[in-house]
């Protein structure tokens, strides 16, 4: 049964740290990180959650856009464990959009991330995937790829793109 779990805002050290590489993705301590993280995600209205977003240092993250109150456009899909993700290939063309992240509540920025990326990873029967992702759910990727490199998204913007959410509510409507 899954539980859920407390998001290390900014400033707690998990969040710098890399993730470590998975070794058994069948192994059931990290199958039960999994459906917690499925169910922390839902519950905190997020479209995607890395490991180190709830206390554990592994290279591991879950994919779960679907529209909700913090993005009420994002296209709908099953979530997505991924273990141990590479950035396989980025296109050039890049495109910025607004992020916001479940360990910074509140704040709202605009981020340049590649437009089209080809992704490979393990998923949680331990079957090797290669995939291609474009628009929102590349930027999904990309966000979630930073936590377990120990950045977050702040990491990569101008400081006159920050807003609060507030702000980003009024700008967006």
């Not at 905190?44 to 977003?53: F, K, T």
Request: glycine residues 6%; proline residues 7%; contains cysteine.
């Amino acid at each position: 049964m899954s539980i859920l779990r407390q998001i290390a805002q900014l400033g707690q050290p998990v969040l710098r740290e890399p993730g470590r590489q998975i070794a058994d993705p069948r192994d059931p301590a990290v199958q039960l990180i999994i459906d917690d993280m499925i169910a922390t995600v839902a519950d905190a209205n997020g479209v995607g959650i890395a490991a180190p977003q709830i206390y554990e240092s592994l290279a591991l993250f879950i994919i779960a856009s679907r529209p909700n109150p913090r993005y009420p456009e994002a296209p709908e899909m099953v979530p997505v464990a991924m273990l141990n993700p590479e950035l396989v290939r980025a296109s050039n063309e890049t495109e910025t959009g607004w992020e916001g992240c479940l360990s910074i509540p509140g704040i709202r920025a605009l981020v340049r991330r590649n437009r089209r990326i080809r992704v490979r990873y393990l998923n949680r029967a331990g079957d090797l995937r290669e995939e291609e992702y474009e628009g929102f759910l590349a930027r999904i990727f990309q966000h979630e790829y930073d936590h377990i490199n120990g950045l977050v998204f702040l990491d990569r913007v101008d400081s006159r793109d920050i807003v609060t959410e507030k702000e980003y509510l009024r700008i967006v409507s």
